[in-house]
Structures are given as C-alpha cells and as structure tokens.
C-alpha cells in the first residue's frame, strides 16, 4: 500500500514561487521507491479536479497540463521517496487544492487521466493572492 501526503502549500502573492512536496510511505513503496509513476492534479473551488503533471519511475519522462507548462517542473528524489512540484510564476487561477498521487507500479510513466492512479494523498491548500 502507498501512501502519499503533500506539504508545503500556502499563501503566495502572485507572481511568486512555491514548492510542493509529496512524501510517500509504505513498505512497498519505501522498498522500490522508483516503482510507481507519479502525478499532481488540482481541484480549485466549484471545478472539476484537473491534471497538472505527471513523471515516470526513473524520473527521466515528464508531462504537463497546458496551463503551467514552462511555468511548473515536477522532479523526484527516489532516495527521499519523494516528488516535488516548483511552481513559479504564479496566477490566481493556480489557487486551488493540489494532490500527489501514484500509479501502479504496473506502469511505467505517469498519465493526465485520474481514473490511472490508485493512491491518493489528502491534498495541501495553494492560494494566490493578486
């Protein structure tokens, strides 16, 4: 079983920088860390939950939504058993509740479909203020 838990949201002026952490446990996962595809997805107020990056086991392939491509980078540190979203450049729009989840270890790159991913953290609040 994996588990994921976010940290680092916040209040952010926008215009600024903010770095998401999703720390995975588990005995599975803390064994074969690189095993499972990673993602963030979004779900702001009144909206639907949305994709916003997505990276394989190695670390080597990554994916982005539209919306924060050149502007979010997500990486992992397979020793740390952890992903990692940089956000910069932020926009009110970005405000919303951010969660980490993991596919099947099945797999081997992460997707921008929900219904791919088996294990889901709780979420950490990102609001940016303009």
């Known amino acids: 079983q994996v588990q994921p838990v976010e940290s680092g949201g916040g209040v952010v002026q926008a215009g600024g920088p903010l770095k998401l952490s999703c720390a995975a446990s588990g005995r599975t996962f803390s064994v074969y860390p690189s095993n499972y595809p990673m993602g963030w997805f979004r779900q702001a107020p009144g909206k639907d939950s949305e994709f916003v990056a997505a990276i394989s086991k190695s670390g080597g392939s990554t994916y982005y939504a539209d919306s924060v491509k050149g502007r979010f980078t997500i990486s992992r540190d397979n020793a740390k058993n952890t992903v990692y979203l940089q956000m910069n450049s932020l926009k009110p729009e970005d405000t919303a509740v951010y969660y980490c989840?993991?596919?099947?270890?099945?797999?081997?790159?992460?997707?921008?479909?929900?219904?791919?991913?088996?294990?889901w953290g709780q979420g950490t609040q990102v609001t940016v203020s303009s």
């Open positions: 989840a993991a596919r099947p270890r099945t797999y081997d790159t992460g997707t921008y479909r929900l219904r791919d991913y088996d294990y």
